[in-house]
């Protein structure tokens, strides 16, 4: 009686949130606040009841892919990015490498290199259009191949790179799924990412590549779980490839690689040093088709912006910050963007050095921790990068970062305003629940950090 009452409760709060996000879909504008809040709480409700009332492996499989093919035709509502992606990809195809060339050069020497420019360049807007692209090579593949499909049509283009976005979550789920199993976990612990709206809206709706760095990642540490660290080096290399911050990870492996039964076993150095320069060696061949001597110069100008110039929803930077006006009165961001960076630098040589990271769990575990320190003290903490901590979530004892997926809907209060100006008590709120929530789990696991 209990699981057909489960059984029919979950199809009718999954017809709901299939609604629901048809709606926040094709109706909402991300300048809607107050609605956008009703909506993220309503569909988290569904979410939190698909994870506590466990249905099949099928049925949440189902969910899966129906709540992300709803967003099919729809173009993104709360982010501008997927225009540039447009952009990068139809300048492939036209035969201009993306990284030497500013759109807004283009758009005031009245060039238009590539179909629907003006448009694509009005979309992005004039900040994104200032800078080059800083988007890896992998990345750029998947915007050649929405510019190959639909080189004329926004929306035609929008479709293919969704439609990549949803294939590569598909691909965590099998093996995300079968990683989970292979560590003695319930697979049905994936869908803790999979059916999360925060994932579904931000990746799927909005079209951020984090999910295709994510399916690599996974599947890579699948491999490396199998033993197969020549194919996981090159698989972690496209992780790489898409978005950067599985560079953070490297260090790491150290101990994976060179400790057997608490020992020491230095003739598995040599598989470590092989293991990176594989993945160095394939990540220069993945930018080899786009290599000039002013690409890593643009490049890294580009990346560099944003520990120099860019501030948006931080955590300790805005302390920090504002202890820091009180001494100096301006420009903190140059020195703690700069100090920043060479802390999280630090702590991941601890955790490397003095945590044991001998099996893939413990791993999973360090980059959960790392990265995590690494967003609670930078300069700008854009809401799409909390997918990769909730992944990582997935095979640790931690929940805190479904908690940050749930409350960094605060952070949109900013886009209420024109020009968008954010309310740091929103912030205040949002931090105030991750650590809070935090807190609450390392007492309860007991010294996370321990080695």
Not at 30 to 40: A, D, E, G, H, S
Not at 187 to 207: C, Q
Not at 243 to 265: A, C, D, S, Y
Not at 288 to 306: D, Q, R
Request: proline fraction near 4%.
């Amino acid at each position: 009686m209990w699981y057909l009452f489960k059984k029919h409760a979950a199809l009718v709060i999954g017809i709901l949130s299939s609604f629901i996000y048809f709606f926040f879909a094709y109706e909402i504008e991300r300048t809607q606040f107050n609605i956008l809040l009703i909506v993220w709480f309503l569909l988290f409700w569904g979410y939190f009841y698909f994870i506590k009332y466990t249905l099949s492996f099928k049925h949440l499989c189902i969910l899966t892919v129906v709540f992300r093919v709803i967003f099919l035709l729809a173009i993104p509502n709360l982010s501008q990015d997927f225009y540039r992606f447009i952009w990068d990809g139809r300048m492939i195809y036209e035969g201009l490498n993306p990284y030497l060339y500013l759109p807004e050069t283009f758009i005031n020497s009245g060039e238009l290199p590539i179909p629907q420019a003006k448009e694509l360049y009005n979309g992005m807007g004039a900040m994104n259009g200032s800078h080059y692209t800083n988007y890896p090579p992998i990345n750029q593949l998947c915007f050649f191949i929405a510019a190959i499909i639909s080189n004329k049509s926004i929306l035609g283009a929008a479709i293919v790179m969704r439609s990549l976005i949803i294939i590569a979550d598909i691909g965590i789920l099998y093996f995300g799924s079968k990683l989970l199993k292979n560590l003695d976990k319930n697979r049905n612990l994936i869908f803790i990412y999979l059916l999360n709206p925060f994932i579904i809206i931000e990746l799927t709706g909005n079209l951020h590549f984090e999910a295709v760095m994510l399916f690599f990642l996974i599947w890579s540490l699948y491999l490396l779980q199998k033993r197969k660290w020549i194919l996981s080096a090159i698989v972690f290399a496209l992780s790489i490839s898409v978005k950067l911050i599985p560079l953070l990870f490297l260090p790491l492996f150290l101990k994976w690689f060179v400790i057997e039964n608490n020992k020491i076993v230095w003739k598995n150095l040599k598989q470590l040093i092989s293991f990176y320069l594989i993945i160095i060696g394939s990540i220069l061949l993945f930018f080899l088709p786009f290599f000039s001597e002013t690409l890593i110069s643009n490049y890294t100008n580009s990346v560099g912006l944003w520990f120099r110039n860019f501030e948006f929803n931080a955590s300790f930077y805005y302390l920090f910050r504002e202890i820091g006006y009180l001494f100096r009165g301006y420009n903190e961001i140059a020195i703690i963007g700069k100090i920043a960076p060479i802390l999280t630098v630090i702590f991941l040589l601890v955790l490397t050095f003095f945590k044991k990271n001998y099996s893939i769990i413990n791993l999973v575990n360090s980059m959960l921790i790392v990265l995590s320190f690494y967003y609670f003290t930078t300069t700008t903490m854009h809401p799409w990068y909390i997918a990769t901590l909730v992944v990582l979530s997935v095979f640790t004892n931690y929940r805190y970062p479904v908690i940050w997926s749930f409350a960094v809907i605060l952070s949109y209060q900013a886009y209420a305003n024109t020009p968008w100006k954010e309310n740091l008590w929103f912030v205040f709120i949002e931090y105030l629940l991750v650590y809070g929530f935090l807190i609450y789990e390392v007492v309860k696991n007991k010294n996370p950090l321990k080695i």
